[in-house]
């Protein structure tokens, strides 16, 4: 069944919900009942009945986490936004973009850990990092030039009707 994708499970619930289910099978409430009352499977209770059996409460129990062992610790983490704050020039990068190619060869550099550019930018919303964009606008840009053209020159150029007053000749409006 699982969960939709995005909805991380709770744990702590579940081993709760188990536990639950434990005590309920010891009153001798049916599995059926206790599948009810706890809103699992039938079948799931009857694998829990056969935990307890087999090994007590302590085969209710939570496991460790679930999947994969992270390949970067809390520690590594940190060790990266702190690089990530000091800015992609304190590595020899000529510009203050962060890119994913940037952000892997930090990581790899600081962390001994190679990862995809897309996993880079994974690990970066994780971090509260987002994409951001640089304006693009020349350095030499002129605003006060710009801010003359757009009042003097653009209202000369731009193109409108030379007699307002006419309709089009697709008008259909009764005269």
Known sequence: MGNPRGVSR??????????RAARLLSRGVSQAEVARQVGAHRQSVSRWAREVEAKGLQGLERASRPG?????TEEHMG???QA?????RAFGYATELW??????????HECGVKFSPRHVWWLL?????SCQRPAGRARER????????KRQRWPELKKTPKDRAKPSSS???AD
């Open 10 to 19: 709770d744990f702590v619930a579940l081993e709760r919900r188990r536990l």
């Open 99 to 108: 890119t994913a190619r940037r952000v892997r060869d930090l990581i790899a």
């Open 142 to 149: 002129d605003e006060a030039a710009i801010r003359r053209w």
């Open 79 to 81: 060790r990266i936004e």
């Open 171 to 173: 008008s259909m409006k």
């Open 84 to 88: 990530l704050k000091r800015g992609p």
């Open 125 to 129: 919303r994780r971090l509260g990092w």
């Open 68 to 72: 994969r062992k992270p390949r970067l």
